[in-house]
Structure formats: structure tokens, C-alpha cells
């Protein structure tokens, strides 16, 4: 089946009880790369049909099963020309057509690093009434 027929399919409404969204999509139709591990630990890379994006996250059509929760690197043409590439995580992948999965790429939300100690807890540890010693 060809990729636009694919997308259109997808572009069909469906019920949905709620827009669980956080924030606006936009049509972003493009042919992409995905980097990935397989199971053996291997890195690989599959061809993947974007339809829509946000600030947070792609949406993808895919020829294969991804996990939920799958770190993986979407690279794609940015508007200089130049590779881009998104570190996200499989929040979605569910099969729509045979052979076919609609998947959802979101960003990948890094925990910032503590800060590093203030002079004045670090003046506490050294006189002995800090939390380690």
C-alpha cells in the first residue's frame, strides 16, 4: 500500500472520549531515519513516514514494531539543510494496516543535573555539620 494512502487512512476521524494532548500538532509529512536498538543490542535504523509533529513529540508511520518506552534517535533534514537529530522514547506504536504501525516518537525529558553544593553547605561539610561527612 503506498505511504500517502497510508497517512490518509490515519487522517480519517475516529471517536476519541478527550484530546489528552498537551499541545498543538502540526501536518509534517516528511520521509525520516530512525536510529534504534534491536534486541540483541545492535544499533539499526528503518526507514519511517512522519505525519505530524509538536514541540514534544512525532508522529510516525512505521513497517515495524516498536516497545513503549524504547529509546530511539529521529533523524531527519532540518531547514538548513543539516541532519537532525531527536532523542525521544516510543510513547505509542499500535498496528493499523497489516504490516503497518502507527507510532508515536515523544521527547526525551533529560533530569537535570543537582546543582552543585553552595559555598556556605560546603563550609558546613568541612566544619563537621553537614549531611555526609
Known sequence: MEVRALLSA?????PVPRDRRGGGRRKFEVVAILHFN???GQRQT????TRDASSRGVGLVTSKHFNVGQAV??????????PLHLKGRIHRCRQFREGWFETLVLE????????PPSPWARLGKLVGMGKSQ
Open 46 to 49: 528503518t526507514e519511517v513516514y
Open 38 to 40: 534491536d534486541g540483541n
Open 73 to 82: 534517535i529521529l533523524e531527519l533534514s532540518g531547514q538548513d539543510g543539516l
Open 108 to 115: 526525551e525529558v533529560a533530569t537535570p543535573p543537582a546543582p
Open 10 to 14: 490515519l487522517c480519517q476521524p475516529m
